[in-house]
C-alpha cells in the first residue's frame, strides 16, 4: 500500500464535495470526481458514500495526517500534487529539481523520507492492530453460514406444511357454499315477509292507532308504508291493503283536521296537528291559512277580552293590569302562534314570511288600537309613574315578537305609540301648570279681595307672591319629576333614539319648560291687554304682584328652572334651544308691562277722581275756600295707600339728593312765592304778553315731561308715573274750565295741598313744583278775576285741612 | 308763529283751494277775542297775518263753509252771570279778506275788523255747544252742531242769514252723556256723522237722525276726536285720553283695525291727509305732533295709484304692482317745536303737503311732509 494509492482515489473530503457541488451545477460533469454523477439528485447518494470513505481513511488514521502534510493543491489535474490524482513523480521530481535551490531540495529529501518513514510505522501498527478482528470475523462468517443451512430447511417444510393448510381450507369452503347461499336467501325472505306482514297488519294498526289517539304513530306507520305501496300497487293485494290504508289514513286526517278545527286545544297542539297533517301530505298552503285563521280566532278572543276590560261603564282596572293582560294574553299568544308557523311553515318561504307579517301586522293595529283607547283613559290621570310601568311593559313585551317578526313593525308601531303617548304626557302636564298657575292667579284675586272687605289694606302682597312663586315652582318640579320617569334607565324604551334626544330638548325643555314661562308671561301681559280697557276687570294690585313675579323669574328663577331641566334630563340633542337671555327678556319685558300698566291703571283712578272733581263744579260760583277739598285728601290717602302697596313688592329706587333736605315749609313758602311771581302780571291788561313769555321761558328751561314714560323696576318710580299722570289731568282739565275767584282761590288751596304731600312719593320734587305750578297758572289765565289769596291763609287752611 | 293768545281753534279755509290759508280762533277771557287769518306764502316762506275781532267770546271750535270763503262758524262761551254758556253762530268775514291779505299786516293790529254775524244758532234748549261742522260737499247749506247730549241739523236760509233747527237727535243714558266732537262723513252722499261722546263712537244718518253704529269702548278713556278716511268709505280714525290712535273699519266695530300708540299723553286731534290717506296727523298735549304714514290701511296700500277712485282697478294694479314692495307702516316725523299741549292740527285745503299746529300757547306752527317722502308718495 504505497501512500500514493492509498490517498490518490479519495481526494481530500471538502475538495471532492465542491468538485461534486460544481458538476452538479455545471450540469455536465467533466469527468474528474470518482464516483461522478451526472444528475442532481442522485449526487446525494456518492456525496454519502464518500463520506464513508472518510470515515473508514479515519479509521486508517491516513487521511487528516497526508491532508495536512501536503499542500493545499486546489487543482486536482495537477500532476505536482502529492495527493493528487495525476500525480506523477517525474514531473514532481522535475519540478522540483527545476524550481527549488539546493537547500530547499534538501529540505524536501529530508521531509520526504521523514514522512514515507512515517508512513511506513503507521502502516504497520495498523496491521498488527487489525489483524485479530479479521479472525474473529472470519469465524463469525463460518457460523452464519452453518446456521443458514439449518434454517433452510425449517423454511422448507413450513412451505409444505402451508401448502397443505391452503388445500383443507378451500376444500371446507367449498363444502359450505351451498348452505350459506340458502342461508342468505332465507334471511332476504324472512325480511320480506316482516314487511309483508306490517303492511297486512297496517290498515288494523292504524286503526288501532286512531281509536287510541296516537295520531303520531299512525302518521309514522303511514308514512313508512306509503312508498312500498306506491310502488306495488299494480298487484291487487297491495292494492286492497292501500286502499284500506288510503281510507284510514282520511279518516285520521280527517279526525286531525277534526281537532284542529275545534280548536279547544292550545296553541302547541294544534301545531302537533298541523305539523301531523302536514306529514300526511296535506296542502301546506291550505293549512297555512287554515292555521293562521285558528290563530286568529284565539287572538281576537284575547282582543274581545281586552276590550271588554276596556269597556266603557265600569271602571276599567287600573292600566297597568290592562297591559299585563294584553302582553300576557295577546302577545304571548301571538308570539307562540308566530314561533310556531315558523317552525312549520319554514318550507314556505318569503310568501310564508310575508303572510304571517300581515297576519302579525293586522292584530297587532287592533291591539295597538285597544291600547290606545285604555292609554287615552289614562290621560286625564294624574299617575305618571304608574303609566310609566304600562308602557315599559307593553313595550317590553312587543319587543318579542318584534324580534320574531321584524317585518311586521311591531316593536316600532309600539315606540311610537310611547312616544306618542309621552308627547300627549307633556301636553298634559303643560296643561297642568297652566292651570296651576291659573289656580294661583285666581287664589290671588281672592286673597286681593277678601282683605279689603275686612278692612286691611293688602297686608299679604309679600307673603302672595312668595306662595305663588313657590306653588308655581313646585308644580314645574313635580312636573318635571313625573315626566322624567319616561327617560328612567330601567324603562325599557329610554335608550331610544326619541327619549334621548327629541324628547329631553325638544319635549321636555322647549314644550313643557319653556312653554310654561312664555304662556305665563302671555297670561300675565293680557292682563295688561284686553281686560285693562274695560277699566280695570284685574285688581292693580295682581298687575303689581305679577309684575314682581315675572321680574323675579327674570333674575333667578328662569335659569334655575331651566338649569335644573338640563341637569335632569342631560340634552344630548344638538338641536337649537331657547337661551335662557331669550326668556329673561321676554319676562323683563313682561314685568315691565305689567308695571306700566299698573302705573295707567292706578293713575287712571286718581284722574279720574281728580278729572270728575273738576268737572262737576261749579268754578265760577263757588264761595271762598275755607277747606281742602275733600277730593284732594281723598287722592293723598289713595297715593299714600298705593305707596304702600308698591313698597311691599318693590325697593324704594333712588330720589334726586335734592328732597333729602328740603323741609316742607321751605319749600312751600317757595312755590307760593313763586305762583304768586307768576300770575303777578296777569293784574295789568296792558301787558297781556308777560305771562306766556313768562310761562314760555320757564318752559324752556324746564324739561319736557313724558307723561306716560315707561316705569323702572321701584317704587319711587312708578310713584312719579302714578302723580304724574294725575297732575297731567289736572291740568288739562283746569284749561278747559272758567273760574271765578274764589275757584281759583280753591285751585290754589288743593294745589298746595297736593305738593304738601306728593313730594314726597317722587323722584324728583321739582316735576311736582312744575305740574302744580302750571295748575295754578292755567287756572290764573281760565280766570276772568283772578285774585290770588294769600300764601299764607293758603298754607293755614291747608294745614288745616 | 305766536298769535300772543291762547287758542284752541283751527281751521283750513275750506273753500280756498289757491292760497294756503288758516283759521285760528283764540281763547281768552280777559280780552277781546279774535280770529286771525294767517297766510302763508309758500313760494317766499312768508306768513301774513289778519285779525278780525270776534267779540261775542272765547272760541272753542272754529270750521270754514266749503263753500263760501268768507263764512266760518265758531263755538264760543260767554260768561254772563257767574255761568258759562257755550253757543255757536255763523259768521262772514269782510269781503276783502275772504281772498287772502292784500294790505299790509301791520294795520291788522290797529285796526282790527269785525266778522259780521250771519245767524246764531239757538241753543238755548240744548246745552253747551260742542263743536260744528258743515257738509264737507253741499253747498255750504248744511250744519251739524253738537250740544251736549244733541245732535243738531240746521239748514241755513236766506243766504245763511237764518238757521232753521231741520232735525235732531239726542243721546239717552245714564250719566251725563256729553257729544266731544264730530265729523261729517265725505261718503255715502254726505249722509253720515260720526260722533264721539265719552270713550264710545257713534255713526248717525243725517236723513233719519238715527243711529247706524257703535263702537263701545272705542279708547280706554275719553274719546278726544276722529276723522274720516277721505278714500275709504268705511275707515275712520279716532283718539283720546288713552294716548292711542285707532283706525276702524265702520263695518266691523268689535276690533280696530290697526292701533297707533306713539303719544304719551292724550292725543286731541287727529287729520287724514285729504288727498293722500296714508299720512295721518295727530296732536297731543305730550306738545308733540306726529305724521304716521300708514300705508296698510290707506286706499293706496301698493303705492300711488293712477285712478284712485276706481276701486275695481286696484285688483290690476295689485298685480302690477307687487313687485313694488308694500310700504310699512311707520312714523315719518315727530315735530317737537310746540312747547305747550297741541290741542289742534289740520291740513291746508290748497297745498297737501302743508299742515298747520296750534298749541295752547298760541303758537301756530305750519310744516310740510318731508320731500323725500312726498316724491316717495308721487312717483
Redesign the interface.
Known amino acids: 500500500m504505497d501512500p500514493g494509492s492509498a490517498s490518490s482515489p479519495p481526494p481530500s473530503q471538502p475538495h471532492a464535495r465542491g468538485a461534486m457541488a460544481a458538476a452538479a451545477t455545471a450540469g455536465s460533469s467533466p469527468g474528474s470526481g470518482p464516483g461522478d454523477s451526472p444528475e442532481g439528485p442522485e449526487a446525494e447518494a456518492p456525496e454519502r458514500r464518500r463520506k464513508a470513505h472518510g470515515m473508514l481513511k479515519l479509521y486508517y488514521g491516513l487521511s487528516e495526517g497526508e491532508a495536512a502534510g501536503h499542500p493545499a493543491g486546489p487543482d486536482p489535474l495537477d500532476p505536482t500534487d502529492l495527493n493528487g490524482a495525476h500525480f506523477d513523480p517525474e514531473v514532481y521530481l522535475d519540478k522540483l529539481r527545476r524550481e527549488c535551490p539546493l537547500a530547499q531540495l534538501m529540505d524536501s529529501e529530508t521531509d520526504m523520507v521523514r514522512q514515507i518513514r512515517a508512513l511506513d510505522s503507521d502502516m504497520q501498527t495498523l496491521v498488527y492492530e487489525n489483524y485479530n478482528k479479521f479472525i474473529s470475523a472470519t469465524d463469525t462468517i463460518r457460523k452464519m453460514k452453518n446456521d443458514f443451512r439449518k434454517m433452510e430447511d425449517e423454511m422448507d417444510r413450513l412451505a409444505t406444511n402451508m401448502a397443505v393448510i391452503t388445500d383443507f381450507s378451500a376444500r371446507i369452503s367449498a363444502t359450505l357454499q351451498d348452505r350459506h347461499e340458502r342461508i342468505t336467501k332465507l334471511a332476504g325472505v324472512h325480511a320480506l315477509l316482516r314487511k309483508l306482514q306490517f303492511l297486512f297488519e297496517l290498515p288494523s294498526r292504524l286503526t288501532k292507532c286512531v281509536e287510541l289517539g296516537a295520531y303520531g304513530q299512525a302518521v309514522r306507520y303511514q308514512g313508512r308504508a306509503q312508498a312500498v305501496l306506491q310502488q306495488y300497487q299494480h298487484l291487487p293485494s297491495f292494492r286492497a291493503i292501500q286502499d284500506d290504508c288510503q281510507v284510514i289514513t282520511a279518516r285520521l286526517a280527517q279526525q286531525l283536521r277534526q281537532r284542529f278545527r275545534e280548536g279547544g286545544s292550545g296553541a302547541p297542539e294544534q301545531a302537533e296537528c298541523v305539523e301531523l297533517l302536514l306529514a300526511l301530505g296535506e296542502p301546506a298552503e291550505e293549512l297555512c291559512e287554515e292555521f293562521l285563521a285558528h290563530a286568529r280566532g284565539r287572538l281576537e278572543e284575547e282582543l274581545r277580552s281586552l276590550e271588554a276590560e276596556l269597556g266603557p261603564s265600569p271602571p276599567a282596572p287600573d292600566v297597568l293590569e290592562f297591559t299585563d293582560h294584553g302582553g300576557s294574553g295577546f302577545v304571548g299568544g301571538l308570539c307562540q302562534v308566530a314561533a310556531a308557523y315558523q317552525e312549520l311553515f319554514a318550507a314556505q318561504g318569503p310568501a310564508g314570511a310575508e303572510k304571517l307579517a300581515t297576519f302579525a301586522r293586522e292584530l297587532g293595529s287592533r291591539y295597538f288600537a285597544l291600547v290606545e283607547r285604555r292609554l287615552a283613559q289614562e290621560q286625564g290621570g294624574g299617575d305618571n309613574s304608574l303609566l310609566v310601568r304600562a308602557l315599559d311593559r307593553f313595550h317590553r313585551r312587543l319587543r318579542a315578537p318584534g324580534a320574531l317578526l321584524a317585518a311586521a313593525g311591531l316593536a316600532d308601531a309600539a315606540t311610537e305609540i310611547v312616544e306618542r303617548v309621552a308627547r300627549e304626557r307633556l301636553g298634559h302636564h303643560l296643561q297642568g301648570l297652566r292651570a296651576a298657575f291659573l289656580g294661583c292667579l285666581t287664589d290671588v284675586r281672592q286673597a286681593l279681595a277678601a282683605p279689603r272687605v275686612a278692612g286691611k289694606e293688602g297686608p299679604g302682597l309679600a307673603e302672595l307672591l312668595a306662595n305663588v312663586a313657590s306653588s308655581i315652582l313646585s308644580h314645574i318640579k313635580a312636573s318635571l319629576a313625573a315626566v322624567h320617569l319616561f327617560t328612567a334607565k330601567e324603562v325599557s324604551f329610554s335608550n331610544k333614539p326619541y327619549f334621548r334626544g327629541e324628547f329631553c330638548s325638544q319635549g321636555v325643555r322647549e314644550g313643557l319648560i319653556v312653554g310654561f314661562i312664555r304662556s305665563m308671561c302671555q297670561t300675565a301681559q293680557s292682563f295688561c291687554d284686553s281686560p ?4 280695570g276687570a284685574t285688581p292693580p294690585a295682581l298687575l303689581l304682584l305679577l309684575s314682581r313675579l315675572c321680574l323675579d323669574y327674570e333674575t333667578a328663577t328662569i335659569s334655575y328652572v331651566l338649569t335644573l331641566t338640563d341637569e335632569q334630563f342631560l340634552v344630548q340633542d344638538q338641536s337649537p334651544v331657547t337661551p335662557v337671555s331669550t326668556l329673561c327678556a321676554e319676562a323683563r319685558e313682561t314685568a315691565r308691562r305689567l308695571l306700566t300698566h299698573y302705573v295707567k291703571v292706578q293713575g ?1 283712578v286718581i284722574s279720574q277722581m281728580l278729572r270728575k272733581s273738576v268737572e262737576t263744579r261749579d268754578w ?2 263757588t264761595l271762598e275756600p275755607r277747606n281742602v277739598r275733600a277730593v284732594m285728601k281723598r287722592v293723598v290717602e289713595d297715593t299714600t295707600a298705593i305707596d304702600v302697596q308698591v313698597g311691599l313688592l318693590y325697593e324704594e329706587g333712588v330720589r334726586k339728593a335734592q328732597s333729602s333736605d328740603s323741609s316742607k315749609r321751605t319749600f312751600s313758602v317757595y312755590s307760593s312765592s313763586r305762583q304768586q311771581g307768576r300770575y303777578a302780571p ?1 293784574y295789568t ?1 296792558s301787558a ?2 308777560d305771562t ?1 313769555l313768562l ?2 321761558i320757564q ?2 328751561f324746564s324739561e ?1 315731561i ?4 315707561p316705569v323702572e323696576f321701584n317704587k319711587v318710580s312708578v310713584l312719579t308715573g302714578i302723580i304724574k299722570i294725575s297732575l ?1 289731568t289736572l291740568l ?1 282739565c283746569v ?1 278747559l274750565r ?1 273760574f ?1 275767584r274764589f275757584g281759583l282761590q280753591q285751585v290754589q288751596v288743593d294745589c298746595h295741598f297736593l305738593q304738601l304731600y306728593l313730594w314726597r312719593f317722587v323722584a324728583d320734587e321739582e316735576l311736582v313744583h312744575l305740574l302744580l305750578d302750571e295748575v295754578v297758572a292755567s287756572a290764573a ?4 278775576d283772578p285774585v290770588p289769596m294769600e300764601p299764607s291763609v293758603v298754607e293755614v287752611i291747608c294745614e288745616r285741612g | 308763529k305766536v298769535l300772543g293768545l291762547e287758542a284752541r281753534a283751527l281751521t283750513p279755509q275750506t273753500a280756498e283751494t289757491d292760497a294756503i290759508r288758516f283759521l285760528v280762533g283764540t281763547q281768552s277771557l280777559k280780552y277781546d277775542n279774535q280770529i286771525h287769518i294767517i297766510d302763508f306764502d309758500d313760494e317766499n316762506n312768508i306768513i301774513n297775518k289778519n285779525v278780525l275781532l270776534h267779540q261775542a267770546g272765547e272760541i272753542w271750535h272754529i270750521s270754514a263753509s266749503p263753500a263760501d270763503k268768507g263764512v266760518l262758524a265758531t263755538c264760543y262761551s260767554r260768561t254772563s252771570d257767574s255761568k258759562v254758556l257755550t253757543c255757536a253762530a255763523v259768521w262772514r268775514m269782510p269781503k276783502e279778506l275772504e281772498s287772502g291779505s292784500h294790505e299790509s299786516p301791520d294795520d291788522s293790529s290797529s285796526t282790527a275788523q269785525t266778522l259780521e254775524l250771519l245767524c246764531h244758532l239757538d241753543n238755548t234748549a240744548h246745552g253747551n255747544m260742542a263743536c260744528v261742522v258743515w257738509e264737507p260737499m253741499g253747498d255750504g247749506k248744511k250744519i251739524i252742531s253738537l250740544a251736549d247730549n244733541h245732535i243738531l241739523l240746521w239748514d241755513l236760509q236766506e243766504s245763511s242769514s237764518q238757521a232753521v233747527l231741520a232735525s235732531s237727535a239726542s243721546l239717552e243714558g245714564k250719566g251725563q252723556l256729553r257729544f266731544t266732537s264730530g265729523r261729517w262723513s265725505p261718503h255715502h252722499n254726505c249722509t253720515q256723522v260720526a260722533t264721539a261722546s265719552d270713550t264710545t263712537l257713534r255713526g248717525w244718518d243725517t236723513r233719519s237722525m238715527s243711529q247706524i253704529y257703535c263702537i263701545e269702548n272705542a279708547h280706554g278713556q275719553l274719546v278726544r276726536d276722529l276723522d274720516f278716511n277721505p278714500n275709504k268709505q268705511y275707515y275712520l280714525a279716532s283718539c283720546g285720553d288713552d294716548c292711542k290712535v285707532k283706525f276702524w273699519d265702520t263695518r266691523n266695530v268689535t276690533e280696530p283695525v290697526k292701533t297707533l300708540e306713539e303719544h304719551s299723553h292724550w292725543v286731541w286731534n287727529v287729520r287724514y291727509n285729504h288727498s293722500h290717506d296714508q299720512l295721518v296727523l295727530t296732536g297731543s298735549s305730550d306738545s308733540r305732533v306726529i305724521l304716521s304714514n300708514m300705508v296698510s290701511i290707506s286706499s293706496e296700500p301698493f303705492g300711488h295709484l293712477v285712478d284712485d277712485d276706481d276701486i275695481s282697478d286696484q285688483e290690476d294694479h295689485r298685480s302690477e304692482e307687487k313687485s313694488k314692495e308694500p310700504l310699512q307702516d311707520n312714523v315719518i316725523a315727530t315735530y317737537e317745536e310746540h312747547e305747550d299741549s297741541v290741542y289742534a292740527v289740520d291740513w291746508s285745503s290748497a297745498d297737501p303737503w302743508l299742515f298747520a299746529s296750534l298749541s295752547y300757547d298760541g303758537r301756530l306752527v305750519i310744516n310740510r311732509v318731508p320731500r323725500a317722502l312726498k316724491y316717495h308718495i308721487l312717483l
Open positions: 285693562g280697557e274695560k277699566g287712571l265760577l260760583s296777569s291788561p297781556p304778553m306766556n310761562s314760555n318752559k324752556l319736557r313724558d307723561v306716560f314714560s297731567k288739562e284749561r272758567t271765578g289765565l281760565r280766570c276772568p
